[in-house]
């Protein structure tokens, strides 16, 4: 990262609340809020397919088609997959200056329920691959544009999808400014838990609506470890090994021939031994009780298909005490090339550590590592659980009243997110008590998502020209 988006993350040591206050207005000058609603696509702007074929590159080249076939479904699945193409359109956008740790892929599906260390039921952003310091209106614009991609989908109309992106950026605007009249460890004490999720349902849904919320987050609790377990593994032998359902779950004993195979196995297990060093002491004699006991290369998300990723199957007390983790390659944020390099020479920490400073509460086996590859390449990987009570929104079941909910709750979480790490007295006094920021979006939104229909035509186009090839095949 460069040294000015660096410094720009922290208000300057000393200066007062009224002084970065003065910092936030300021930056109205060189970037007029009204300035955000206008989205025009550059003359030379890169193809987007381009983009995507360039991302295949350093990919796993039977995976390919499977990304393209995920991503030709709809223009909502082509957005997931389209990180890239958004950062190179938000690279000279117009920004107040101001800089947080982003998410940089903040829609609306990466929004979910997960379980905190302690065992309570959290609200929280939950990918982290693309994560790196910069303008915090990246991650408004692209929460705004996803809100209005679903809402198409879903058919409805002008003034309701208006509505459900001026409740994001509208809560995003409110959270902000009570986050800058908090103290600093009051900001980070703050998290949306199941007593919050269950007031916000009381407070703003009709009895339909808190039913759903009620029944999604039982249905999370269930879907943690052991669940997993018993969904991808059997017995062989008597032993439980991770089971096969290529090409989107393939164990390595299908991968690699004998010999091969087991240099590979030994790799992992010194994985497993030397990412521990970046765990917290007590976290590591947690992970040092369990054994590796089996491997399986997965095909993962949208954007990360091809992207090399591994499900690794331990063992604890006995058969029935699994610990399922996932070590996820990490290449370069697709927010590089605009922003500069990360700080950190280990990709797979730059996710850890962009992940740790924006979530309230984080996965214990949070870490990374980097480790010879298949093909005898270096590559960085972050590890973290596999699933632990996992609850993904589904949009297209949402009416627009509900709709909108989320969409606050979406804006009150990355407004907290981005409070943690960058000057959120001056973000709040930018953005001021008044609706131009908000009104801004929706219009930005509506025309970036007018931009993402047309990529995905494009897409669409190329796989039927067999420019580019295409697979479906139904997830995990």
Known sequence: ???????AMRAVPGSTPQERAAQGKEARSRSPRSGHAVYRPSPDRPDPLAILEEQSEARVPELIPIRYGRMVESPFRFYRGAAAIMASDLAGSPDSGIT?????????????LLASPERRLMFDINDFDETLPGPWEWDVKRLSASFVIAARANGFDDAERARIVGAAV???REAMRGFAGMGNLDVWYTKIDQDRLEALGTDQLDKGGRR????????????DGLQAFDKL???VDGRPRIAAAPPLLVPLTELLPDAERTEMEDRFERLIETYGRSMTSDRRVLLEDYRLVDMSRKVVGVGSVGTRCWILLLLGRDGRDPLLLQAKEAGPSVLADHLGASRYLNQGERVVSGQRLMQAASDMFLGWERVDGIDGRQRDFYIRQLRDWKGIAMPETMPPAQLAVFAELCGLTLARAHARSGDRIAIASYLGRGEAFDRALVTFAEAYADQNERDHQALVD???????????LPAL
């Open 1 to 7: 990262m460069s040294q000015s988006r660096t410094a």
């Open 100 to 112: 947080v740790q982003l998410c940089g892929d903040a829609h609306l599906l990466n929004f979910r």
């Open 170 to 172: 509208r809560s995003y």
């Open 212 to 223: 759903k919320l009620a029944r999604a987050m039982a249905k999370a609790r269930t879907r």
């Open 233 to 235: 593994t059997e017995l």
């Open 462 to 472: 190329a796989v039927r020209a067999n420019r580019l090839p295409a697979e479906e």
